[in-house]
């Protein structure tokens, strides 16, 4: 039949989530349909169109979507089921909130945070903070599924798929969004940023953690946090990397005064080479850096925004 | 009002998970296991509730072996009134726990139900938003804050940029994130109190539900090994190295 992707977005942009879903839900079932659900969304809509392999874009622009509150996104969702056998959306907090209404309203099990598509019924997810991989087969009637998107490749832009407007479905009423205090930043977004530069205890305060946006600054890269770090209140929640927080898989991750929890390597682990800096030289950390330095943050930090400025960064 | 709480019972945070030679799972053989630590969140926040006197009853319930009325004793140690055991050996999906918890919650009619956001075996979490789907309750997920309103829960949920705040009907499902609460120890003579709570002992099939498994699990195995690199001497090696390999 077809497969449906939630579209991942703030009514402006389209985030690359969105894509690499996309990649994912074209190896289950084609054609491929995005669905964009939001308020005056219509550039959203027009950069889902162009992802490679989308043939349809269904646009359900209505003040009743402004913050896809999963209430509202269930009914939408279940009208459309029929035509899908699968409905895949990003593994994202949004993602997460509103699929399994989906899969529990239309009594199937949902596939949480697939990590491969190994064939059109069998996916592979990690289990145990990514410690250990299952392998399932979902022989099912509708597969419900949230895509890891780190795993999966986006797969660029040459489609020119129609936008179809579909009619908003009625409130329930149960809940309704109030307010959001969302973390304002120049920096690039932690999950899509091909740099990232993450501060732990060993920082000590969040003053402290000035350092490490310096050398993200220099370098472009996003911030990113351990749990240990946003505990201790240095950071707000969004900047953790790791099982409970975000997983993410840039080009370098640079560790800063973080030791290597298992919980922590679960989020960041994927990355494409791991640098770490700790005053430890038994840090569980080293074991997955393929560089490591042991030194005094306190002064090697300084010395690498020295040594990036010298190099011209 | 009424607070109902599910605790699974699952291998300890602490532990290193080991996956078993012969791919059918992980090693839970004399394994430590304890309360899911979102669930213990979901405990102390319903706890809370009871002390600020917005809650009246708190019951607890767990679906799984014999063995899951000890995390139910740890409910219980930890302010709970009572505990409903819905006892199988089987590994049951989530769509499942969500159908018995819903007939529980049409025989106990709570007016808030909490649980942890997801499970740290299965991680898949699903539960909580399940079982508000098959109520057709509003829901709150991934909490950070609660306050409770005349009919009305305020709910500030950790969202990928930062948090929102969503107002939910009661009846309401809410699931717990890291930062909503610390949870509390157990004192000694709570622990002993909670030894003459009452828990009552169920099956899936006294809730009419089938819990038979519909994905099958083909097998589990061990993430792929990242080998450590090299140590390097200077800050300066580090650039270089980080040059050559072309990421910065």
């Given at each position: 039949m077809a497969s449906l992707v939630v579209a991942e977005h703030d009514n402006k942009n389209l985030s690359d989530a969105t894509a690499k879903t996309v990649a994912a839900a074209s190896a289950i079932s084609s054609p491929v349909h995005v669905l964009v659900a939001g308020q005056n969304c219509g550039a959203v809509a027009d950069a889902a169109a162009?992802?490679?392999?989308?043939e349809k874009v269904l646009a359900a622009d209505d003040a009743l979507y402004a913050h896809m509150v999963a209430e509202t996104m269930e009914p939408l969702l279940l009208t459309l089921a029929?035509?899908?056998d699968a409905i895949l959306a990003p593994a994202t907090t949004n993602g997460k909130n509103i699929l399994p209404r989906v899969a529990a309203k239309l009594d199937v099990p949902q596939i949480s945070?697939?990590?491969?598509?190994?064939?059109p019924d069998t996916f592979e997810r990690p289990i145990y903070a990514g410690n250990a991989i299952q392998t399932v087969e979902a022989k099912l009637p509708k597969k419900i599924i949230t895509v890891r998107t780190t795993a999966f490749k986006s797969p660029g832009e040459d489609g020119r798929a129609e936008i179809e407007k579909i009619a908003a479905t009625a409130d329930p009423g149960t809940a309704k969004f109030m307010g959001e205090a969302l973390s304002k930043s120049e920096r690039p977004e932690l999950t899509a940023a091909k740099i990232v530069v993450s501060g732990g205890?060993?920082?000590?305060?969040g003053e402290n953690f000035k350092l490490i946006e310096k050398v993200a600054d220099r370098l472009h890269a996003a911030v990113g946090a351990s749990r240990a770090a946003v505990d201790a209140g240095y950071?707000?929640?969004?900047y953790q990397v790791g099982q409970t927080g975000k997983v993410v898989a840039p080009d370098l991750y640079l560790a800063v005064g973080i030791s290597g929890a298992i919980q922590h390597l679960a989020g960041m682990?994927?990355?494409?080479v791991i640098a770490a800096i700790n005053?430890?030289?038994?840090?569980?950390?080293f074991q997955v850096a393929d560089f490591g330095l042991v030194a005094d943050l306190f002064q090697a930090l300084p010395e690498l925004d020295q040594e990036l400025a010298k190099r011209g960064r | 009002m009424k607070v109902l709480v599910p605790v699974k019972r699952v291998i300890d945070f602490n532990v290193k998970v080991r996956v078993k030679s012969d791919q059918t799972g992980v090693d839970l053989a004399n394994v430590k296991m304890s309360m899911n630590p979102f669930d213990e969140i979901a405990v102390e926040e319903a706890v809370r509730l009871k002390e600020q006197g917005k809650a009246a009853e708190i019951v607890v319930v767990s679906i799984g072996p014999g063995q899951a009325r000890e995390t139910l004793r740890t409910a219980l140690a930890m302010g709970a009134d009572r505990g409903i055991l819905v006892k199988s050996d089987a590994d049951i999906e989530p769509l499942a726990v969500a159908k018995i918890l819903k007939a529980i919650v049409e025989e106990e009619k709570p007016e808030l139900v909490i649980t942890g956001k997801?499970?740290?075996?299965?991680?898949?979490?699903q539960t909580g938003q399940m079982l508000a789907a098959l109520l057709g309750w509003g829901q709150g997920t991934f909490a950070h804050k609660l306050e409770l309103e005349g009919g009305e829960a305020k709910i500030e949920r950790e969202v990928d940029g930062g948090l929102q705040t969503v107002e939910v009907k009661l009846p309401a499902v809410m699931t717990t994130d890291l930062r909503l609460n610390e949870p509390r120890y157990a004192s000694l003579p709570n622990i002993m109190k909670a030894k003459k709570k009452p828990i009552a002992e169920k099956t899936p099939a006294d809730y009419g539900v089938?819990?038979?498994?519909?994905?099958?699990?083909l097998k589990v195995t061990e993430p792929a090994k990242r080998q450590a690199g090299i140590k390097v001497k200077s800050v300066a090696e580090l650039v270089d190295k980080l040059s050559e390999a072309g990421v910065i």
């Amino acid at each position: 039949m077809a497969s449906l992707v939630v579209a991942e977005h703030d009514n402006k942009n389209l985030s690359d989530a969105t894509a690499k879903t996309v990649a994912a839900a074209s190896a289950i079932s084609s054609p491929v349909h995005v669905l964009v659900a939001g308020q005056n969304c219509g550039a959203v809509a027009d950069a889902a169109a162009k992802i490679k392999g989308v043939e349809k874009v269904l646009a359900a622009d209505d003040a009743l979507y402004a913050h896809m509150v999963a209430e509202t996104m269930e009914p939408l969702l279940l009208t459309l089921a029929s035509q899908y056998d699968a409905i895949l959306a990003p593994a994202t907090t949004n993602g997460k909130n509103i699929l399994p209404r989906v899969a529990a309203k239309l009594d199937v099990p949902q596939i949480s945070e697939i990590i491969k598509v190994v064939g059109p019924d069998t996916f592979e997810r990690p289990i145990y903070a990514g410690n250990a991989i299952q392998t399932v087969e979902a022989k099912l009637p509708k597969k419900i599924i949230t895509v890891r998107t780190t795993a999966f490749k986006s797969p660029g832009e040459d489609g020119r798929a129609e936008i179809e407007k579909i009619a908003a479905t009625a409130d329930p009423g149960t809940a309704k969004f109030m307010g959001e205090a969302l973390s304002k930043s120049e920096r690039p977004e932690l999950t899509a940023a091909k740099i990232v530069v993450s501060g732990g205890r060993g920082l000590g305060s969040g003053e402290n953690f000035k350092l490490i946006e310096k050398v993200a600054d220099r370098l472009h890269a996003a911030v990113g946090a351990s749990r240990a770090a946003v505990d201790a209140g240095y950071v707000p929640n969004d900047y953790q990397v790791g099982q409970t927080g975000k997983v993410v898989a840039p080009d370098l991750y640079l560790a800063v005064g973080i030791s290597g929890a298992i919980q922590h390597l679960a989020g960041m682990k994927d990355s494409k080479v791991i640098a770490a800096i700790n005053k430890d030289e038994e840090a569980p950390i080293f074991q997955v850096a393929d560089f490591g330095l042991v030194a005094d943050l306190f002064q090697a930090l300084p010395e690498l925004d020295q040594e990036l400025a010298k190099r011209g960064r | 009002m009424k607070v109902l709480v599910p605790v699974k019972r699952v291998i300890d945070f602490n532990v290193k998970v080991r996956v078993k030679s012969d791919q059918t799972g992980v090693d839970l053989a004399n394994v430590k296991m304890s309360m899911n630590p979102f669930d213990e969140i979901a405990v102390e926040e319903a706890v809370r509730l009871k002390e600020q006197g917005k809650a009246a009853e708190i019951v607890v319930v767990s679906i799984g072996p014999g063995q899951a009325r000890e995390t139910l004793r740890t409910a219980l140690a930890m302010g709970a009134d009572r505990g409903i055991l819905v006892k199988s050996d089987a590994d049951i999906e989530p769509l499942a726990v969500a159908k018995i918890l819903k007939a529980i919650v049409e025989e106990e009619k709570p007016e808030l139900v909490i649980t942890g956001k997801q499970a740290i075996d299965d991680d898949s979490n699903q539960t909580g938003q399940m079982l508000a789907a098959l109520l057709g309750w509003g829901q709150g997920t991934f909490a950070h804050k609660l306050e409770l309103e005349g009919g009305e829960a305020k709910i500030e949920r950790e969202v990928d940029g930062g948090l929102q705040t969503v107002e939910v009907k009661l009846p309401a499902v809410m699931t717990t994130d890291l930062r909503l609460n610390e949870p509390r120890y157990a004192s000694l003579p709570n622990i002993m109190k909670a030894k003459k709570k009452p828990i009552a002992e169920k099956t899936p099939a006294d809730y009419g539900v089938d819990v038979t498994p519909r994905l099958k699990v083909l097998k589990v195995t061990e993430p792929a090994k990242r080998q450590a690199g090299i140590k390097v001497k200077s800050v300066a090696e580090l650039v270089d190295k980080l040059s050559e390999a072309g990421v910065i």
